[in-house]
């Protein structure tokens, strides 16, 4: 593109990390289609990962924190969720879940992580956004469950709720275990003056 004059000197590191970001993204989509194909899961997890993309991209938890362990943690969190739906759960499990799920949404979204450090305006957006998407996909499971058709789409929806409720948890613990270690080192710090 530099040769041919479309792009500015300047500009060339923002185009080449764009495209880095987009080859990695594809790499991911195709290795998540992958394993749904291998486990025979391929509807069963585009189903989950309907609401579990996008919810999770708004109420934010864990992330790796580096390109390397986000994509083995990323492949390792589909073949769990392909496993999870392959089983069928209790109807109160489910329940269960969902509820807890939500809650930890509904009370802590959106949490940040050092690669993703939100403005207020954008924890508020992102928080409305958030709980938009989790109400939408309450008002979904609630409706199949009472028309009482499709029941496996309304355990796949509850699946990818579940996961991202687990991922925000586990989200919540690494910034309570950095925040303990980080005034530990304070206290630890003031101490040795």
């Not at 990962?49 to 924190?65: D, N, Q, T, V």
């Not at 073949?79 to 109160?92: R, S, W």
């Not at 954008?122 to 499971?141: D, S």
Request: aromatic share 8%; hydrophobic share 55%.
């Amino acid at each position: 593109m530099q040769t041919e004059k479309l792009v500015d000197e300047e500009d060339i590191e923002i185009y080449q990390f764009g495209i880095e970001c987009m080859l990695l993204k594809v790499v991911h989509i195709v290795s998540y289609l992958l394993i749904g194909i291998c486990m025979g899961e391929a509807l069963s997890l585009l189903v989950s990962g309907s609401i579990l993309i996008p919810l999770r991209r708004k109420a934010g938890g864990y992330h790796a924190k580096t390109r390397m362990g986000c994509y083995i943690f990323s492949c390792g969190v589909v073949f769990v969720l392909c496993l999870t739906n392959k089983i069928v759960m209790a109807p109160i499990v489910g329940m269960i879940g969902m509820v807890a799920a939500d809650i930890l949404i509904v009370l802590f979204a959106p949490v940040e992580n050092e690669n993703r450090v939100l403005e207020p305006d954008e924890r508020i957006l992102f928080r409305k956004q958030a709980l938009g998407l989790l109400a939408l996909v309450n008002m979904v499971i609630l409706a199949i469950l009472l028309i009482h058709k499709y029941l496996f789409v309304a355990y796949w929806l509850e699946k990818g709720v579940m996961f991202t409720g687990l991922l925000l948890g586990l989200g919540i613990k690494r910034q309570r275990v950095r925040c303990n270690l980080m005034q530990t080192l304070i206290i630890f710090n003031s101490k040795i003056k």
